[in-house]
T-cell receptor, first 114, second 116 residues
Framework: KAGVTQTPRYLIKTRGQQVTLSCSPI?????VSWYQQTPGQGLQFLFE???????NKGNFPGRFSGRQFSNSRSEMNVSTLELGDSALYLC?????????????FGPGTRLTVL | AQKVTQAQTEISVVEKEDVTLDCVYE???????LFWYKQPPSGELVFLIR??????QNEISGRYSWNFQKSTSSFNFTITASQVVDSAVYFC?????????????FGPGTSLSVIP
């Protein structure tokens, strides 16, 4: 059974640019959550999608957005990148949601903003 | 507001010692879920356990055990007879109810080093 895949694995951007990260969940999983991990702030919840609907959102500015497609694949977008957006972005999938079902994490996308 | 505190930033133990990782949480919800995740040096987070607020029964799974106490808002994790492969960062996490449903809040993590 294939795990959660994230593309790209590494990304270097400059301030002001925008970036799109992709996450393919485990087959049959309808919930996808995104997290940002930094040394200073730790693991922070960005948003969670279930069947193409955003069910919850963390405390991030509107520059951070996401969406989920009918095949459960998800993308997150960060516009007008800032140096502080440099982080490991993790995606996790579960069948019905992280509360009640095991959440499986992908390897992450390492974003560096110069 | 929901919050997870892991007071221990780093712990070092010698192989075969027992080690307990502390977790204290805050929530006003009556229904909530608690989790432990492990992040080994390879970086990929791994789910270890989930407990709901109505299930205070403590659990043992191999060398791992968990102690959930609602009275002290604690959800501690113990590794018995630690091994080098247990070296990782361990995160305690919380998911509440209401508008926080399916929003998982992580603690800052405890870095465990098991020395051979």
């Amino acid at each position: 059974k294939a795990g959660v895949t994230q593309t790209p694995r590494y990304l270097i951007k400059t301030r002001g640019q925008q970036v799109t990260l992709s996450c393919s969940p485990i087959s049959g999983h309808r919930s996808v959550s995104w997290y940002q991990q930094t040394p200073g702030q730790g693991l922070q919840f960005l948003f969670e999608y279930f069947s193409e609907t955003q069910r919850n959102k963390g405390n991030f500015p509107g520059r951070f957005s996401g969406r989920q497609f009918s095949n459960s694949r998800s993308e997150m977008n960060v516009s007008t990148l800032e140096l502080g957006d440099s982080a490991l972005y993790l995606c996790a999938s579960s069948r019905g949601g992280p509360r009640t079902d095991t959440q499986y994490f992908g390897p992450g996308t390492r974003l560096t903003v110069l | 507001a929901q919050k997870v505190t892991q007071a221990q930033t780093e712990i070092s133990v010698v192989e075969k010692e027992d080690v307990t990782l502390d977790c204290v949480y805050e929530t006003r919800d009556t229904t909530y879920y608690l989790f432990w995740y492990k992040q080994p040096p390879s970086g990929e987070l791994v789910f270890l356990i989930r407990r709901n607020s109505f299930d205070e029964q403590n659990e043992i799974s191999g060398r791992y055990s968990w102690n959930f106490q609602k009275s002290t808002s604690s959800f501690n994790f113990t590794i018995t007879a630690s091994q080098v492969v247990d070296s990782a960062v361990y995160f305690c996490a919380l998911s509440g109810g209401g508008s926080s449903y399916d929003k998982v809040i992580f603690g800052p993590g405890t870095s465990l080093s098991v020395i051979p």
